[in-house]
Each structure stands twice: as structure tokens, then as C-alpha cells.
């Protein structure tokens, strides 16, 4: 359990006013309910449903292969870990970042499956089988991205909590649009905020990288000339 | 989040003997947008999560042959836009208008019409109705700006937050549902509900019920749109909405009219005396800004949100004006 | 690490302020009297907002009283220009409304008090002039409620203006330098770096001065075990860090070009570094690479500290800007949107334009934001805050902005100033800028930041529903 679900747990248990929590105690004490299938605990179990074996996971940690980035990676989740949890705490990938953890800052933004969601907001049982691409997998070597070369030339962070979300969500655009509109541009990016302030960097950052990646690689700059 | 045990059928007949038949006791997850954070908030503690997202039949969006449309209740926000034409305005300008792709991408048209309220004395774990310890409701004597101003008699305070709600209304949709008794089609109207307790639920489904797909009538003819007052374009919810869906004949008189208001109500709000008076009418500023006050001629506000009054009425006005141009 | 919502309730906001302003006024629209009651919360505890009133434009027959209310919330934090925001809000909003009532161009205004500005008037005269002609004010303007050109029936446009200061002038600070007998670089100092550029800054002071590639120089920063070097706050860091730091690469400089003099058969003071070679100043012939005189080092480093403050002046306090803003009010429904927001501003020497410009850019997005959108609400109920999320603490995104155009003053007369902070300054202005925008659109002021709808529409309101 991560101190977050710590903090959430207390903050829950203290709060003794809420209808919610009232249910919630009611529930912890086992009144409220009564499933068609018993609970143990641990791994996975078969139940029958509609004449049919459904497996059933957790609440114990089962084990899951992962994809990320390319490889293959093997971890033991509780079917309520997210993915984004699991690649930080248990997969050493760190990239992604947790912000609101709730799906409204883009912070953990990654593609999967080609397609840029929130990490923070997909559990990591349902991951597997899928391509997972956190913003890792674009430098080769030493050699950046040309969306990551952009963000730097453009000066597109400041404190970088943001940023590998925003990469990651240019990242996509580009890869959907590649000549992108103003508009594309805008509804692009319009899963992603930064409390600093740097989307003039990075608007500049999504016109340059769009033309780099039509030419190839683009150079790197020393930063010392204007934003414009 | 409290842990719970993981269940991914891929029958629909599973899905639904796999779901407990009290509210509270499991829950659906489709696209996970608003089921994980609510159970991040302790706001849902389910025992048993119930994935759908491997149930085939629910995904698809197919055009049958009287020219209406099905759509899987799992067919994300994207695919939606990018499936349905031009007909349909009144749904993909909802759907347009939530600006992050990746709820466009994650999110589910099923998941949209069953997502909770954001009301935030229930979001913060005051229930759903929004109590203190002594059973005192808190919206009234509190921070209502983004409450209700239509159907807020009862106790519930809250806005449906489903922008598609609305624009389903307006296009006359049925909702598929099915559950351990089998299927059933309910209008789309009649799909939501005010909850009458804080353990009810804002939908008619029951708690081993789930959306199997929307199915839209034919819209030869129909011209819709969606009109939805937005203070920010970033990741936000209107603070107002409306869609029509107009039928006009050669003389541009209006033979047909069906206008639902979003995020005003406990539930999609239908505006049938607004539509009533289109009916007959070639559509003028005049005309949309009349039925737009007909619209929320019983609106009631709370102490901090007369101003959505406002809002709703211009939403009315603009949305017809954009159906009818 | 806090997370979003953690962060939201206790890390502190910023405090409150309200004010009921008199102001007096000739014909002409010169200020000649200014009475202020103001009051303000920080939560729990008090805070100071005294002689901020009225801001920039020091009327001299005046009274000012603050009150401070403490409530049951928690404490005030130093948030980017620390109160400067809203006295400045307070002030600026007064005289843009005094030049409604006179019928007068704000600008023309602004232009006739800068007197009140003290010292720096002449800067604030020169930055007014040049964001008038960035946002093309004098053929824009039209007189509070007209509507600039574009306005429509339902929409309508409006320019704003204000003036800010801040000080700026840099921190104490201790740094290490050190130069291998390589050739290549290191810096050390306790100072960190919040993303705005300090470690850039760092390396082209001393790169400049030993006239190398950047990639020469190594930065470490951010630790305890690093000499002491003040925080990052209050806009003082990059006067302090680039002050001490220069300090440190001219002590190393001259002791290397003493090193290498007499192998170059002239004296240190005959030596310059320029182009990676050390070379006799008039005499470029005579030169030896930046690499070949640190060989000459033989095995020892070469480490130096420098310090600020130090003999010589190289950094100063005291900037001002100014800010206008083009935006559209749609009347209907209270909701207002960036369409232009200029900002002109100085800061003594600049070490990078680059760094320099995304601190004004972010500066004025985070006014955008605190202008029309961010909120912390408190439900008095049960004293919980009902917002500490990122959907209803609402933020600008990508979208919201409008176009940005930002103009640094440099050259003579400000360059000689030193090194400045840029981090606040920039943030003071966008609230009154847009307030006054806003209000030359809609004919009528509205009262309370953040701009949101419910409160465009109450103002219009009771000005009768029509704009
Ligand atoms: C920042 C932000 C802004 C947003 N703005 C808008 C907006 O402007 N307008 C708008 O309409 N939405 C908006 N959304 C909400 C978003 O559209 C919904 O969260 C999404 O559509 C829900 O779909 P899902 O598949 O992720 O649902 P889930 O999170 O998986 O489920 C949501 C709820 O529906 C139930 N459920 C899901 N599918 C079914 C089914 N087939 N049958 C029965 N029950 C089911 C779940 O049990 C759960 O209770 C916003 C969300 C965020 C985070
Ligand atoms: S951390 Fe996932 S969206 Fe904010
Ligand atoms: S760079 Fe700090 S949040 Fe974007």
C-alpha cells in the first residue's frame, strides 16, 4: 500500500460525518453484504458464472507480464494497483508522474496502444497484452527525441512535472497528425496542464518537432536566443 | 483505495451473475475515467470489480438499416466522433467539447451516461445527498454555484454530469440494458433518475444491470447540436448545456423539436414545453431566445447559482440557432 | 512529494484582499488624493500588507488602512510577488476607473501620473509606449463600453493596462569554482534550482567569462554539501547565484592568466580570454588555447570562492513593467477569453534571453489563471475546502491563454544595473491588466478576482443587463 492510500485511509475513517463513510464502516464490519460468490483471500480462484469458469483475481497480489517500452516485465499487483503506480514503485520506470492521480492533469500521460491515456487511471491487471509506451522509450542513447529536442530548444519546462506527460501526449498528436492545425494542436493537448506556465514553449516545441520529424533529426542549439 | 477482488467476464450473462445485487457490493468498470478516482475517494469501496471490457458484443458501432445507429457502450468518446457523421451533431459536439484526448480515448459512451456526480460535498464523502453528521443538508446553506436549478425540490442537489445525456434525449435514443431478467431498451429519457436516498443510484439500471449499447433512430432530416457554456476549454465540465434536434419542413417551419438541457438538473433535463413551442415556428433569434426562457420558466435557484439560470436559457437559445443554421 | 490535493490544503495560499478606494482627481487627470480602507485574510496568524497602498503611484495625500481578519483556515503562504498582486489590482482598477468617469484613454492617464512613480518614471514611460504600440492600443482603444473593434451584439472586446514593481536584487551566496588542469569546469553551490533556469545561468556566467563552450562547465547544485547559497524566492536568486559566481571565475581567470604570463612574455594585465584561447589584448598573434593554459595548472585544480555581496556592484534591485490585455467578454454568459497579453518589462542585465523570456510567459499564464479562473473554496459548513482537486480548481490549459508577446527592455540604461530577478515581477500585473480589460469591454467593473462568470454576470446586471 502506498502512503497516498495510507493518507486516503485515514482521511476516510476519520471523516465519520458522510454518508459514505458511515456505509463504509457499516462494510468494513462485513453487515452490508452478501455476494453470490464467497471472499477469500489470495490469488486467483475459478467461480462459475453463466455456466461458464470466470477467473477471479486478487484481493492478494497475482502475478502479471507487462510490456513496457518493449520488454516483457513480470510483477506481482493487487487488482487495485494502477499501472502508473506499478511502473513507478515496481518497474523502476519513473517518467510518467503522479500529480492528481485522478485523471484531470495529464501528468502520467503514456500510449498505449498507440493512443495517449492517463496511466494514473488504468489498473495494471488490465495493462497486460498491451504495448505500453511511457516517455523512456524515446531517447536512443544520448540521442533525443525530436519532440524532446523540441521541448529543450523551446524551453518548454520549467520544473518538469508536466513534461514527460506532455511530451508523451505531443508524442501522439504528431504521431496522429504529423502537419498539425492549430486546432489539432489544441485539442491534442487539451489532456494535459502545466502550473508553471510553459505552453508558449510548448507550442513552439509541437511546430518544430513537427517539422523535424518530417526531416529527420533536428540539431541541437545553445539556449541563449528569444522565445519570439 | 481499498483493494477488491478482479473479475474480466466475456458474456454479457456473466457480467451481470458476476455483479452483486445490492449497490455498493461490486461495481462495472468500463474505461475506469471515473471508477477509479471515485474509489480513490472512498466514495465507492466495491468488493468485487467487474471489467466488461472484454465483452465483444458491447463494442462496435454499427449503422442498421432504417438509418439509425447502434453504439456498443463500450465504443470510446473518440470512436464515436470519428464514427458518427454529420446527423449526429448533437453527440459529437458533446463529446468533442471534453477536450483531453485521453478521456476522449479511455472514456466509454456507457461509462458517460453512468458516471457519478461531481457535486463536491459528495465527491468530498459527504454522500450523495450531501449531509452533515446530523443529517443536515449541506447544499443549501452551502457552496451551490455549480448545484441544480431545475428539479432540486427533493434532496437531491446535484447536476447529472453526462454531457451525452442530453443530446441522447434530444435524438430520441434508446438505452440497451441488460440484467439477470434479460434485455430491455428504455427511452433514453427515462434511463435517468433523481435518486430518492443516498444509496440509490442516478440511473434506472439495477445494481446488476449494465448498458449493452445506445441506439439512435434514424436522423434523415434531423438537424442537432449541442450548445454548452464552458468557462475553460481545458479539462473541464459545462456550467450549462443544451442540445436540440430540430425537424424543419420546405418552409424551414419547424415540424418536429426536442431539447434536453445538461448539467442543471439531477438528471438530463427535458425541455418539452421549449420544444412544444418550435413546433410551427421558422426559427428566428426571437423564437430560440423565447424558448430558451420557456426552458427554465421553473427554474428554481439556490442561494449561489441564479446565474445558470441564465446560462441555460442562452445554451437553449444557441443550440437551436446552431440546429436550425 | 505532495500531491495535488495535499498541496491544495496545506502548503498555504495566497491571502486575500479587499479594498474600498476615494480617489481624487483633476480635469486633466492628475491623482491628487487617494483614501484607502482595505482589509485582508491570511488564514490563520497575521500578515503584512502595510505601505503597499496605493501601488507603484504614490499619491502623496493619502490614507491607507489595512485591517487583517484571521480565520480559521490555514496559514498564508509567499505566493510568486508576494501582496503585490493585489494592492496592485486595487490600485490599477481605481485609476483605470477614474479615467472612465474623465472620460479619458487610460494610457493618457497612466502617462500623466507617472510622476507618482518616483525614480523609475521614465522606464514605466518608455514600456507604456512600447506595449501601446505591441498591442496596437491607440488603434484598438475605444472609451469603457463601446467594445474595441470585433465586438459583436453578444461579444464584446476590451484593452487594459497596468503598472508593477518589484525588487529583485540578489541573495547572499557562497560558490566553489573549480578549474582542471583539462580545462573543463565545475561549479558548486547549495542553491537549487526550481526549473527556472539557475543551472543554465550558472554555466554561461562562467563559460562567458573564460570565453568556453557551455559544455565545458559542470554544475552541481542542490545539496547541503555544497557551499551555502541563499534559496530560491523573492526573485533574488539569479543576482545572487550569477554575482558570486562571476566573482569566483574572475578570481580563477586571474590567476590563471598569472600563471601563464610569463610563458607568453607579458603580464596578466595584458591578457584577455576570448574565442576558447587566451590572447594579448591588441596583439592576437600571441595566444595560447584555454586547454594549454589550465595544463599549465600541472596536477592541482584551481578552486576559488566567490561570494555575494562582494566589493563591486553586480546586482541591483528595482525593476518595473507593464502589461496590457486584449480580451472578449461574451455578455450572455459572463465567460471572458484571452485574445492578446503584452508584456514589457525590465530587469537589469539579462545573463539569458531564453530562460529569462519563459519566466515572463509562465509568469503571465499563472495570471491568466489567478485573473479568470483559480479559486479556493471553503464550504463555512464544515470548514472543508471543496476545490482541492484540479477540475474545479481550475487552471489554464493550452487553450485558454489567447497570444502571448513579451518585450524585455536591455541596452543602455539597464544593463549597467546588474543582474535582477525576473521570477515575480511579471506575475503582478495580468489581475489588474485583465480586470481592466474586462471592464473596459462590459462598461462596468467587476469587482472580485477571479473573472468567472457568475460574477461578469452579476456586474452586468447591476448595471442594468446592457453593455
Ligand atoms: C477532467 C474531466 C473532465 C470531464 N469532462 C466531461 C464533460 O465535460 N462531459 C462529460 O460528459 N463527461 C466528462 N468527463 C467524464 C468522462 O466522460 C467520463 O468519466 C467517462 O465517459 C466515463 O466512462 P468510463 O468508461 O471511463 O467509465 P467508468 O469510470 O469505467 O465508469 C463510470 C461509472 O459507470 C459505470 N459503468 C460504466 N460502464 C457501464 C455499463 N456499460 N453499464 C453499467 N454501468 C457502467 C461504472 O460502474 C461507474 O460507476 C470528464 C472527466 C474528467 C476526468
Ligand atoms: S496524475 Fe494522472 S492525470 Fe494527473
Ligand atoms: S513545467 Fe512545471 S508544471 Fe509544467
Redesign the pocket.
Same mark, same amino acid.
Given at each position: 500500500m502506498s502512503s497516498s492510500d495510507e493518507r486516503h485511509d485515514h482521511a476516510a475513517d476519520a471523516n465519520t460525518s458522510g454518508e459514505s463513510a458511515v456505509s463504509r464502516r457499516k462494510f468494513l464490519k462485513g453487515t452490508g453484504v452478501a455476494l453470490t460468490i464467497p471472499l477469500v483471500a489470495g490469488g486467483e480462484k475459478i467461480v462459475k458464472a453463466a455456466g461458464a469458469d470466470v477467473k477471479i483475481y486478487g484481493p492478494n497480489k497475482t502475478e502479471i507480464t507487462l510490456t513496457v517500452n518493449g520488454s516483457p516485465k513480470k510483477v506481482s499487483v493487487e487488482p487495485r494497483a494502477t499501472l502508473l503506480d506499478t511502473l513507478r514503485n515496481d518497474l523502476d520506470t519513473t517518467g510518467a508522474k503522479r500529480v492528481c492521480d485522478?485523471?484531470?492533469c495529464g501528468a502520467c500521460t503514456m500510449i498505449i496502444d498507440g493512443k495517449p491515456v492517463y496511466g494514473c487511471t488504468v489498473l495494471a491487471i488490465e495493462a497486460q497484452g498491451r504495448k505500453i509506451e511511457t516517455v523512456e522509450s524515446l531517447a536512443k542513447g544520448d540521442a533525443l527525441h525530436p519532440v524532446q529536442q523540441a521541448f529543450w530548444d523551446n524551453d518548454a519546462q520549467q520544473c518538469g512535472f508536466c513534461t514527460p506527460g506532455f511530451v508523451m501526449a505531443c508524442k501522439a498528436l504528431l504521431d496522429k497528425h504529423p502537419s498539425p492545425t492549430e486546432e489539432q494542436i489544441e485539442m491534442g493537448v487539451g489532456g494535459n496542464l502545466c502550473r508553471c506556465g510553459t505552453y508558449h514553449g510548448i507550442k513552439g516545441a509541437i511546430a518544430q518537432a513537427s517539422a523535424a520529424l518530417k526531416k529527420g533529426p533536428a540539431k541541437m542549439t545553445r539556449g541563449g536566443k528569444s522565445n519570439g | 483505495m481499498q483493494n477488491f477482488e478482479y473479475a474480466s467476464p466475456t458474456t454479457k450473462e456473466q457480467a451481470v451473475e458476476l455483479l452483486g445485487k445490492q449497490w455498493g457490493e461490486t461495481?462495472?468498470?468500463?474505461?475506469?475515467?471515473?471508477?477509479?478516482? !471515485?474509489m480513490k475517494d472512498f466514495i465507492?469501496t466495491p468488493k468485487r470489480v467487474v471489467n466488461?471490457k472484454n465483452i465483444a458484443e458491447?463494442r462496435g458501432v454499427t449503422i442498421n438499416r432504417a438509418g439509425g445507429v447502434r453504439i456498443g457502450?463500450?465504443t470510446s !468518446?473518440e470512436e464515436m466522433i470519428e464514427r458518427l457523421g454529420k446527423g449526429y451533431g448533437a453527440l459529437t459536439q458533446?463529446a468533442k467539447?471534453?477536450t483531453?484526448p485521453q478521456?476522449r480515448n479511455?472514456?466509454?459512451v456507457?461509462? #458517460?451516461l453512468?458516471?457519478?456526480p461531481r457535486c463536491w460535498y459528495f465527491r468530498a464523502g459527504f454522500g450523495l445527498m450531501a449531509k452533515n453528521e446530523n443529517g443536515e443538508p449541506l447544499v443549501p446553506n452551502g457552496d451551490n454555484r455549480y448545484h441544480a436549478i431545475l428539479g432540486n425540490d427533493g434532496e437531491a442537489k446535484f447536476v447529472s454530469?453526462?454531457? !451525452?445525456g442530453p443530446g441522447l434525449i434530444a435524438l430520441a435514443a434508446k438505452i440497451s440494458v441488460f440484467g439477470p431478467k434479460g434485455a430491455r431498451e428504455i427511452d433514453a429519457d427515462k434511463f435517468f433518475v433523481a435518486p430518492k436516498s443516498a444509496s440509490d443510484r442516478e440511473t434506472v439500471?439495477a445494481p446488476n444491470?449494465?448498458?449493452?449499447a445506445i441506439n439512435i433512430p434514424s436522423t434523415v432530416g434531423v438537424r442537432s447540436a449541442t450548445y454548452e457554456v464552458r468557462q475553460r476549454e481545458a479539462? #473541464?465540465?459545462?456550467m450549462a448545456a443544451a442540445s436540440v434536434a430540430l425537424k424543419l419542413d420546405a418552409a424551414k417551419k419547424v415540424t418536429s423539436a426536442r431539447i434536453a438541457l445538461g448539467h442543471v438538473a439531477p438528471t438530463p433535463w427535458n425541455a418539452a414545453e421549449a420544444a412544444k413551442f418550435l413546433v410551427g415556428k421558422t426559427i428566428t433569434e426571437d423564437v430560440a431566445a423565447e424558448a430558451g426562457k420557456i426552458a427554465v420558466a421553473n427554474a428554481k435557484s439556490l442561494s449561489r447559482n441564479a446565474y445558470k439560470i441564465q446560462l441555460a436559457q442562452v445554451a437553449v437559445k444557441r443550440a437551436i440557432l446552431q440546429a436550425a443554421g | 512529494m505532495l500531491e495535488r490535493d495535499a498541496e491544495l490544503m496545506v502548503a498555504g495560499t495566497r491571502p486575500s484582499a479587499y479594498a474600498k478606494v476615494k480617489i481624487g482627481a483633476k480635469k486633466d487627470g492628475t491623482i491628487v488624493a487617494w483614501e484607502s480602507q482595505a482589509w485582508g485574510s491570511g488564514g490563520v496568524g497575521n500578515f503584512s500588507f502595510a505601505n503597499q497602498l496605493p501601488y507603484v503611484l504614490k499619491v502623496a495625500d493619502r490614507k491607507e488602512v489595512f485591517s487583517v481578519i484571521p480565520t480559521n483556515t490555514g496559514p498564508q503562504r509567499a505566493w510568486r510577488a508576494p501582496n503585490h498582486p493585489q494592492a496592485c489590482l486595487i490600485t490599477m482598477s481605481a485609476f483605470e476607473d477614474m479615467a472612465a468617469k474623465l472620460g479619458m484613454d487610460p494610457l493618457d492617464l497612466f502617462m500623466k501620473n507617472l510622476p507618482l512613480a518616483g525614480v523609475r518614471q521614465n522606464v514605466y514611460k518608455d514600456e507604456l509606449m512600447k506595449a501601446a504600440e505591441m498591442i496596437e492600443w491607440k488603434k484598438l482603444w475605444r472609451p469603457r463600453g463601446e467594445g474595441a473593434p470585433g465586438s459583436t451584439k453578444n461579444v464584446k472586446r476590451g484593452l487594459g493596462l497596468s503598472l508593477h514593481t518589484w525588487g529583485g536584487g540578489g541573495h547572499a551566496s557562497d560558490c566553489d569554482l573549480t578549474v582542471h588542469p583539462d580545462g573543463t569546469v565545475e561549479i558548486k553551490m547549495g542553491t537549487q534550482d526550481l526549473g527556472v533556469g539557475t543551472r543554465t545561468v550558472l554555466a554561461i556566467v562562467a563559460a562567458d567569462t573564460f570565453a568556453i563552450p557551455l559544455n565545458q562547465v559542470k554544475v552541481h547544485i542542490g545539496d547541503n554539501r555544497y557551499p551555502v547559497s541563499g534559496g530560491s524566492g523573492g526573485s533574488t536568486t539569479v543576482g545572487g547565484i550569477s554575482a558570486s559566481t562571476r566573482r569566483a571565475s574572475v578570481d580563477a581567470l586571474n590567476m590563471i592568466l598569472e600563471k601563464v604570463a610569463p610563458t607568453m612574455g607579458t603580464t596578466a594585465d595584458k591578457l584577455e580570454a576570448v574565442g576558447g584561447k587566451i590572447v594579448e589584448i591588441g596583439k592576437p598573434t600571441n595566444s595560447m588555447t584555454w586547454k594549454q593554459a589550465c595544463a599549465k595548472l600541472g596536477t592541482q585544480p584551481l578552486t576559488t570562492r566567490g561570494k555575494n555581496p562582494g566589493k563591486e556592484t553586480l546586482t541591483t534591485g528595482g525593476v518595473g513593467g507593464v502589461q496590457m490585455a486584449d480580451v472578449s467578454v461574451d455578455i450572455e454568459t459572463g465567460v471572458v477569453k484571452m485574445n492578446n497579453f503584452v508584456a514589457v518589462q525590465d530587469c537589469g542585465l539579462i545573463i539569458d534571453m531564453k530562460t529569462t523570456e519563459s519566466q515572463v510567459f509562465g509568469a503571465m499564464i499563472m495570471g491568466v489563471t489567478y485573473a479568470l479562473y483559480e479559486e479556493r473554496v471553503m464550504d463555512d459548513q464544515t470548514g472543508k475546502m471543496l476545490n482541492a482537486n484540479m477540475?474545479f480548481y481550475r487552471l489554464a490549459g493550452l487553450r485558454d491563454i489567447g497570444n502571448f508577446k513579451v518585450h524585455m527592455m536591455t541596452g543602455k540604461g539597464y544593463d549597467e544595473r546588474g543582474v535582477i530577478g525576473i521570477g515575480e515581477p511579471p506575475t503582478v500585473s495580468p489581475g489588474a491588466a485583465i480586470s481592466n480589460a474586462v471592464a473596459n469591454a462590459i462598461g462596468v467593473r467587476v469587482p472580485t478576482l477571479p473573472l468567472t462568470p457568475d460574477r461578469v454576470l452579476a456586474a452586468l446586471a447591476k448595471k442594468g443587463g446592457k453593455a
Open positions: 485522478r485523471a484531470t | 461495481e462495472v468498470i468500463a474505461g475506469g475515467t471515473d471508477l477509479l478516482s !471515485l465507492v466488461i458491447l457502450a463500450l !468518446l458533446a467539447e471534453i483531453s478521456i479511455m472514456g466509454t456507457g461509462g #458517460d453512468c458516471q457519478r454530469a453526462s454531457s !451525452l439500471l444491470e449494465i448498458v449493452t479539462l #473541464d465540465w459545462p | 477540475e
